[in-house]
């Protein structure tokens, strides 16, 4: 009778024990597959797979920053909107008011003035609208609010300066005084905007990928797209500060004679002013508009790349169920086969040593 000697026995063992270590492995990769549903939970476990998987979660990572800033942008205009939106009805009930019988007599001239000065302050205030802690109308400068001290319009360099030509109007009349209007409006220490945005004047701007880029929003003191009309005697070329000069020069004609020529020349000009400030303001709501479409449309573009690479990704990455539970069950019988076989040898071996 042949027998095997120990060498054999002790050689075929451990080809035995290597075979149940690596079914074993195999094992646990399989249940970890399984339990977190990607085919290694490192880089180094996907094999060739890992270069195009590391390129795949770099872009994604630059799309989801680029989502979140077109999102951020697209809060920005919609809050943008609404406010150009409140303050060209303001404007508009100005402007009609103005060529109605509110202007004929003193009492209905000291009630719009009154009117004026309210809505000046409610449009500063508008002005320094955030959205968390950007001022949504200063631009590039968007930690400071683009009207200091909205509250107290009514008294500030700006509207002292309107004060002040209003009250020569009488006797330097409506041409001269409405010069040094456009002077108080204008850049420059009476401006009613901040010296930091009138020093940076750029609007802010979201980055919407492929080196392209989009302007966000509308600066205080600056038009987007509109262009504004009055050929240097009724406008300084900015709306917004047509506006803040009309309502200004109205709320300042508190206490005047709506029966002198001067003061009705006056009262024309400003209507004049606010009509054109009304429809250079619509032009830019309108353009805000276009804005908002480019960045929605930038939004959805990123969505679907972002659909597209995720799912580039997951097929590098995550396992496939049915194939892993399959392989899994095979696996397992197969370790309990090598269990039976390991068992079996350190018997054998063991009795062979025996004899």
Known sequence: ????????????????????????????????????????????GLGNSAAPALDLTGQLALNST???????????????????????????GFSSQLVGAA????????????????????????????????????????????VPNPSTVTSSAFYTAIQTAI????????????????????????????ATLEASNQPATVDLGNGESAQVG?????????????????????????????????????????????????????QTTLSGADDALNVDIGALGVQQNTVTSTQTDLSSVATALTTQLGNLQNSDPTTVATELSTAQTQLQASYSIVTALQKLTLATYLT
């Open 167 to 194: 009250a020569g109007l009488t006797t330097n009349g409506a041409t001269a005084v409405q010069s040094q209007l456009l002077t108080a409006a204008a850049p420059g220490a009476t401006s009613p905007f901040s």
């Open 218 to 270: 509308v600066l205080a003191d600056t038009n987007l797209a509109a262009v504004s009309t009055g050929n240097g005697t009724t406008s300084t070329g900015s709306y917004m500060r047509d506006i803040f000069m009309g309502l200004a020069t109205l709320g300042s004609l508190n206490g005047s004679d709506p029966g002198n020529t001067q003061v009705q020349a006056m009262l024309t000009n400003i």
């Open 1 to 44: 009778m042949t027998s095997i000697s120990s060498t054999t026995d002790v050689g075929t063992l451990a080809y035995a024990l290597y075979n149940m270590h690596n079914t074993q492995q195999t094992v646990d990769n399989l249940t970890a597959q399984a339990s977190s549903g990607y085919i290694s939970t490192d880089y180094a």
């Open 66 to 92: 680029l989502q979140a800033n077109t999102q951020a942008a697209g809060n920005i205009q919609t809050v943008t909107q609404t406010a150009l939106g409140q303050i060209q009805t303001l404007v508009s």
């Open 103 to 146: 202007t004929s007599d003193a009492q209905g001239l000291d009630t719009l003035a009154s009117n004026a000065n309210a809505a000046l302050g409610q449009i500063a205030g508008l002005l320094d609208t955030k959205v968390g802690d950007v001022y949504i109308f200063a631009g590039q400068d968007s930690s400071n609010p683009p």
